[in-house]
Structure formats: C-alpha cells, structure tokens
C-alpha cells in the first residue's frame, strides 16, 4: 500500500463498517447512507491507497491481506478521532436551528438526535429562515439548520455543506370562512385570482418567497405583497387576520384559531428541505444529527418523491447529492 498525504476519516470509517459486517447493505444501513454512496467511498480509499481491501463476488465479502493490515489501524485513528471531538465538544451544545417553532421536519430529526445520544446535547434555536440562520452558521455562532439549500445565494451555499432531507408536501393556510376552507385538499388552480403571504418582504425568509413564485408562475396566483414582520406567534396571527391572504405553508404548519390547514394537490408542490452546515464543522453531536435526519428519511420515507409530485428544477440537482 501507498501512503497518502491525508485521509478523510469518513473513508476510514466507512471501511472499518464494511470490514466488521463483511456485508456492503448492512454496513450501509448502520452508517444511515446508501449502498451506492458506501460502495464509491470505499473505492476511492483503495484508490488512495493504491491497494484492493475487499474481495467481493456476488455470495461474500471478504477483507484482502491489504484489508486485514489496514483494519487495527483505522480503528484506532477512528477512535483518536472521537476521543478528540468528544473532549473539543464538552464546553457547548450543538446549537441546531429549528426555523420556527411548531414546524416538525427539524423538530423530529432533533429528537431522535437526542435520543440516539442522551449523553450529548444538542439545544434548538429559531432563526425563522433559512438564509437568516445561514449568515449565523457562516459566523459559528450556529451548528446546523434545516431548509431550501438551492434557495441560498451561491455565495452563502460556497460556506456551507447539506444533507437533502425530506421533500415536504405544501399546504395553505385558509381563514375558516374562506370558499376553499371546506374542500380537504385544494388543487392549485383553485388559488387562481388570488394574493397568497410566502414571506415577502422577510430578509430572513427569501428562499421561501422565490420557492412560491417558482410555484405560482404561470398559474394566475400572485406573491402577497410584505406584510409588517411579525415576531412571534401572537404577532403573525394578528398580522394575518388584518390581511386575510391565504398562506403557503407545509403540512405539518401549526393550525392558527379561525384558520384551517389544506393539503395543495394537482399537482403536489414539495418544499426541499436539506440538513444545512459550516462546512468544517467538528463536533460529536453533529454525526449524530445527520445520523438521526438519514434514519427519519430512510424510515419514513422523506426523499420519496410521490406521483405528481412538484419542485423546481432548479432544486432537482441539489436534491439528489446523497
């Protein structure tokens, strides 16, 4: 074998993985990422190795004399490794941004966090949007967060690494009076003529705005002008009820009083949402966390896209990075 100048511990870690299973599925299901991903990994440490470590055919897996030498020692440059986060990550929490309160994407993927790692903190915050917690987390001042990774200016997203998530379907949010608020699902041609509130105006917030003109385009529904920015629950209800325009939302968007929450259909817009770092970012809660978010997708099923399903092509090639 060939000594490379550096090698990235994700490659390390992904050989020691299959070298334990001797199964590339079960190792892949063990690190939360595909067998695709998996496979190419390990190929490129063979490469930069110059050696072959596995002997693979279609009944077995099995470690090469290469392999057998190199596994003591990444197992032991793997545990260096988290000795050394572990005693970097003991002075703070893994700060992770939650963008509002009662949204559940990001509150889910926390949780399991939390309980995949009870020994570890991981406290949230709320920045709102995404681009406003991307000047943060750019700062140091946040961890992680969660959104529209294709909606951030080039320069924000040069900073920043992203897992994809979920495609989350989109809803809106109607006064309990409006002519659309007794139908179970709302088919977008139904909001022909009218001004639906994305977040206009909202520095914080752009990502969204641009994802419902890409939506409404061509489709006679028009981006509500800026609305005062509310701060807070209280204060965005209120805002709401002096303007009265119906609301892009998700599906899981906490129901306001003499409001009602609707699925959009015809076709089914979808609201990307990526797991959102500093790129550079040592913590031990932080694997943790994209652990936790790649379970949640695998399980429930977050990054299948369903029939008619809707996003803009500008996010197509950001949501198929695994």
Known sequence: MS???HLDPRLLRAFVTVAEELHFTRAAARLYVAQQALSRDVRRLERELGAELFVRTTRQVTLTADGERLLPYA???LQAQDDLLAASGQARPLLVDLNSPGLTTGRRVLELARRLAPDQELMARYESGLTGAAAELLAGRLDASFGRFAGLAPALRAGLGHQPVRYEP???VL???HPLAGLPEVPLAALAGESVYAGAGNPRTPEWTDLAHHLFEGRG???ASPAPLAVGHEEFRRIMDKTRNPILAVVGFPAMPSTVV???VDPVPLSPVS????KGLVHPAFETLRRAAA????EEGWLERPAGGWIPASDDAVMSVR
């Open 75 to 77: 197992r032991r440059a």
């Open 3 to 5: 000594a490379p100048s």
């Open 262 to 264: 609707r699925p959009l």
């Open 221 to 223: 529904i028009e981006v």
């Open 275 to 278: 797991l959102v770092w500093r």
């Open 170 to 172: 989109m809803a809106v």
């Open 175 to 177: 006064p309990e009076d």
């Open 295 to 298: 379970r949640l997708a695998a």
